[in-house]
Protein backbone atom coordinates (compact mmCIF):
# COMPACT_ATOMS: atom_id res chain seq x y z
CA UNK A 1 0.00 0.00 0.00
CA UNK A 2 1.44 3.16 -1.00
CA UNK A 3 1.80 6.17 1.47
CA UNK A 4 0.52 9.73 0.71
CA UNK A 5 3.80 11.88 -0.48
CA UNK A 6 4.45 14.05 2.04
CA UNK A 7 5.26 17.79 0.54
CA UNK A 8 6.90 20.67 2.80
CA UNK A 9 8.25 24.01 1.13
CA UNK A 10 8.99 26.80 3.65
CA UNK A 11 11.16 29.62 3.17
CA UNK A 12 13.25 30.66 6.48
CA UNK A 13 14.12 34.63 5.36
CA UNK A 14 15.90 34.86 8.40
CA UNK A 15 18.41 32.25 7.42
CA UNK A 16 18.34 33.03 3.80
CA UNK A 17 16.92 29.29 3.40
CA UNK A 18 14.05 27.61 1.30
CA UNK A 19 13.54 23.79 3.01
CA UNK A 20 12.07 21.24 1.09
CA UNK A 21 10.82 18.30 2.35
CA UNK A 22 9.15 15.75 0.57
CA UNK A 23 8.67 11.62 0.32
CA UNK A 24 8.97 8.92 -2.80
CA UNK A 25 6.83 6.11 -2.85
CA UNK A 26 9.92 4.42 -4.14
CA UNK A 27 13.12 2.69 -2.39
CA UNK A 28 16.29 4.87 -1.80
CA UNK A 29 18.28 2.53 -4.42
CA UNK A 30 15.60 4.27 -7.03
CA UNK A 31 15.48 7.78 -5.32
CA UNK A 32 19.46 8.41 -5.27
CA UNK A 33 19.96 7.71 -9.00
CA UNK A 34 16.96 9.86 -10.21
CA UNK A 35 19.40 12.75 -8.04
CA UNK A 36 23.01 11.76 -8.94
CA UNK A 37 22.47 10.35 -13.17
CA UNK A 38 22.16 13.04 -16.10
CA UNK A 39 20.03 10.45 -17.93
CA UNK A 40 17.67 10.45 -15.01
CA UNK A 41 17.49 14.26 -13.83
CA UNK A 42 16.92 14.83 -17.54
CA UNK A 43 13.74 12.93 -17.17
CA UNK A 44 12.18 15.28 -14.48
CA UNK A 45 14.38 18.30 -13.32
CA UNK A 46 12.40 20.23 -15.63
CA UNK A 47 8.97 21.90 -15.36
CA UNK A 48 7.18 20.48 -18.39
CA UNK A 49 6.84 21.81 -20.96
CA UNK A 50 10.46 22.87 -20.41
CA UNK A 51 13.07 20.13 -20.39
CA UNK A 52 16.28 20.20 -18.99
CA UNK A 53 19.31 18.95 -21.14
CA UNK A 54 22.66 17.85 -19.27
CA UNK A 55 25.66 18.62 -21.20
CA UNK A 56 28.30 17.05 -18.48
CA UNK A 57 28.07 15.88 -15.47
CA UNK A 58 30.39 14.50 -12.81
CA UNK A 59 28.85 13.53 -9.99
CA UNK A 60 32.24 13.69 -7.76
CA UNK A 61 33.53 15.73 -4.90
CA UNK A 62 34.29 18.71 -6.92
CA UNK A 63 32.48 17.39 -10.11
CA UNK A 64 29.85 19.65 -11.94
CA UNK A 65 26.54 19.36 -13.43
CA UNK A 66 26.36 21.69 -16.92
CA UNK A 67 22.74 21.83 -17.79
CA UNK A 68 20.32 23.94 -19.51
CA UNK A 69 16.57 24.00 -18.94
CA UNK A 70 15.20 24.41 -21.98
CA UNK A 71 11.76 25.84 -23.13
CA UNK A 72 9.17 25.26 -25.84
CA UNK A 73 10.08 27.86 -28.26
CA UNK A 74 13.85 26.99 -27.94
CA UNK A 75 15.34 29.45 -25.66
CA UNK A 76 17.62 27.73 -22.90
CA UNK A 77 18.72 28.95 -19.54
CA UNK A 78 22.02 27.67 -18.08
CA UNK A 79 22.84 26.46 -14.28
CA UNK A 80 25.60 24.43 -13.18
CA UNK A 81 26.14 22.77 -9.79
CA UNK A 82 29.37 21.98 -8.29
CA UNK A 83 29.44 18.97 -5.71
CA UNK A 84 30.52 18.31 -2.71
CA UNK A 85 30.13 16.33 0.27
CA UNK A 86 29.01 13.00 -1.27
CA UNK A 87 27.81 9.93 1.09
CA UNK A 88 27.17 7.71 -1.30
CA UNK A 89 23.07 6.96 -1.00
CA UNK A 90 22.57 9.02 1.92
CA UNK A 91 23.29 12.60 0.91
CA UNK A 92 25.36 15.71 -0.85
CA UNK A 93 26.31 19.33 -1.02
CA UNK A 94 26.36 21.65 -4.02
CA UNK A 95 26.98 25.11 -4.89
CA UNK A 96 24.48 26.00 -7.71
CA UNK A 97 24.05 29.17 -9.86
CA UNK A 98 22.97 30.40 -13.15
CA UNK A 99 25.82 30.46 -16.06
CA UNK A 100 26.65 30.94 -19.74
CA UNK A 101 26.52 27.28 -21.86
CA UNK A 102 30.68 26.89 -20.29
CA UNK A 103 29.46 27.11 -17.08
CA UNK A 104 30.86 30.40 -16.26
CA UNK A 105 29.29 31.90 -13.26
CA UNK A 106 29.73 35.91 -14.15
CA UNK A 107 31.28 37.57 -10.47
CA UNK A 108 28.70 39.07 -8.24
CA UNK A 109 26.12 36.67 -10.06
CA UNK A 110 23.94 34.87 -7.62
CA UNK A 111 24.81 31.16 -5.86
CA UNK A 112 22.76 28.86 -3.21
CA UNK A 113 24.23 26.10 -1.27
CA UNK A 114 22.09 22.85 -1.93
CA UNK A 115 22.09 20.26 0.83
CA UNK A 116 20.26 17.19 0.04
CA UNK A 117 19.59 13.99 2.06
CA UNK A 118 18.19 10.49 1.50
CA UNK A 119 16.06 8.72 4.33
CA UNK A 120 14.37 5.58 3.71
CA UNK A 121 11.20 5.39 5.47
CA UNK A 122 9.92 1.36 5.09
CA UNK A 123 9.62 0.93 0.97
CA UNK A 124 9.12 5.38 0.67
CA UNK A 125 12.33 7.65 0.38
CA UNK A 126 11.88 10.83 2.12
CA UNK A 127 14.01 13.43 0.57
CA UNK A 128 15.42 16.41 2.91
CA UNK A 129 16.66 19.52 1.04
CA UNK A 130 17.39 22.84 2.60
CA UNK A 131 19.14 25.68 -0.47
CA UNK A 132 20.76 28.31 1.97
CA UNK A 133 21.55 32.04 -0.54
CA UNK A 134 24.15 33.80 -0.08
CA UNK A 135 21.67 37.03 0.28
CA UNK A 136 18.46 37.12 1.04
CA UNK A 137 17.44 39.22 -2.32
CA UNK A 138 18.88 36.36 -3.90
CA UNK A 139 16.10 34.10 -2.19
CA UNK A 140 13.51 36.24 -2.43
CA UNK A 141 14.42 36.73 -6.78
CA UNK A 142 14.29 32.99 -6.79
CA UNK A 143 10.60 33.06 -4.86
CA UNK A 144 9.22 35.88 -7.50
CA UNK A 145 10.25 33.41 -10.49
CA UNK A 146 8.67 30.85 -9.72
CA UNK A 147 10.68 28.51 -7.92
CA UNK A 148 8.16 27.04 -5.39
CA UNK A 149 5.97 25.83 -8.62
CA UNK A 150 8.64 24.96 -11.01
CA UNK A 151 10.27 22.86 -8.17
CA UNK A 152 6.86 21.52 -7.44
CA UNK A 153 6.06 20.65 -10.87
CA UNK A 154 9.87 18.96 -11.22
CA UNK A 155 9.07 16.82 -8.09
CA UNK A 156 5.75 15.87 -9.56
CA UNK A 157 8.01 14.50 -12.37
CA UNK A 158 9.81 12.50 -10.62
CA UNK A 159 7.33 11.14 -9.19
CA UNK A 160 5.47 9.91 -12.47
CA UNK A 161 9.33 8.67 -13.47
CA UNK A 162 9.50 6.33 -10.38
CA UNK A 163 6.36 5.02 -10.91
CA UNK A 164 7.05 4.00 -14.47
CA UNK A 165 10.06 2.42 -13.21
Known sequence: MSKAILMNFQVDKENKQ???????????????????????????????PWKANTKSMSFTNGGKWLYAMEGPQGE?????????????VQEFTGRTAFCDEEGYVKPGDPQSNW?????????????????????????????????????????????EYLVGK
Open 18 to 48: VKVDRSFNAPIDMVWPAWTQSEILDQWWAPK
Open 76 to 88: KHWSVCEYSGIKP
Open 115 to 159: HVVFNEDGDATKVAIVITFDELKDLEAHIQMGFKEGFTMGLQNLD
